[in-house]
């Protein structure tokens, strides 16, 4: 079973920082990146999807992909009370007919106010 | 548009007894996909469908559970019979298409199941 990892956390910050979540994979074959934001008692919602090396920004949020490193992470600039949740890397493995979705366990994010 | 919906939200069941939960993908979504969210984990794929086809089940118990996606719309998921550790949130979510691996997954807002 490919793995993919995330510190559990929690990590807190408190508001106006940034937060870094961090996330590393096991599968090199690796096509497509994700991260979900999940509210206690809430299902996933997606926040940001990468595909190849390098930055990606939207608004308050940049995803980074290093494949080399097989490292993923999620930067929130100006951290907000609301951004407190558990935020889920998630990974897409295989190819060619089909893929996977292989979710990381999700770390905790608390932004004090 | 209308999201991914499910039911029943709640379920309470005994050990040994049965249980299923249906999900309506939204309009036009060709994949399906039942994950199994135990609490304080990500969430475990169970299955995924293209349209009526199962695209992968490895990771389904298939000695107690069951899925099926008829007409490549809606979908159950049963559970026969339940064991304490089957507690956790059902998600079902959908995407276009499979074929794109960077396609976008929409969760419906899961069922949570207590088996005690």
């Known amino acids: 079973q490919k793995e993919v990892e995330q510190n559990s956390g929690p990590l807190s910050v408190p508001e106006g920082a940034i937060a870094s979540l961090n996330c590393t994979y096991s599968d090199r074959g690796s096509q497509s990146f994700f991260w979900y934001r999940q509210y206690s008692g809430k299902s996933p919602e997606l926040i940001m999807s990468i595909y190849s090396n390098g930055d990606k920004e939207d608004g308050r949020f940049t995803a980074q992909l290093n494949k080399a490193s097989q490292y993923v992470s999620l930067l929130i600039r100006d951290s907000q009370p609301s951004d407190s949740a558990t935020y889920l890397c998630a990974v897409n493995e295989g190819g060619g007919g089909g893929f996977k979705t292989i979710f990381g366990a999700g770390t905790r994010l608390f932004v004090k106010a | 548009e209308a999201g991914v919906a499910q039911s029943p939200r709640y379920k309470i069941i005994e050990k040994r007894q049965s249980v299923a939960f249906w999900c309506n993908p939204i309009s036009g979504h060709a994949t399906l996909y039942w994950y199994q969210q135990i609490l304080g984990q990500g969430p475990k794929l169970l299955i995924q469908f293209q349209n009526n086809g199962v695209v992968d089940d490895s990771q389904l118990p298939k000695d107690r559970f069951s899925a099926e996606r008829l007409k490549g719309v809606d979908s159950t998921l049963k559970i026969q019979p339940a064991k304490l550790e089957d507690s956790a949130v059902y998600l079902c979510?959908?995407?276009?298409?499979?074929?794109?691996?960077?396609?976008?997954?929409?969760f419906g807002p899961g069922t949570r199941l207590t088996v005690l």
């Open positions: 979510a959908s995407s276009l298409a499979s074929s794109l691996a960077g396609d976008t997954q929409y």
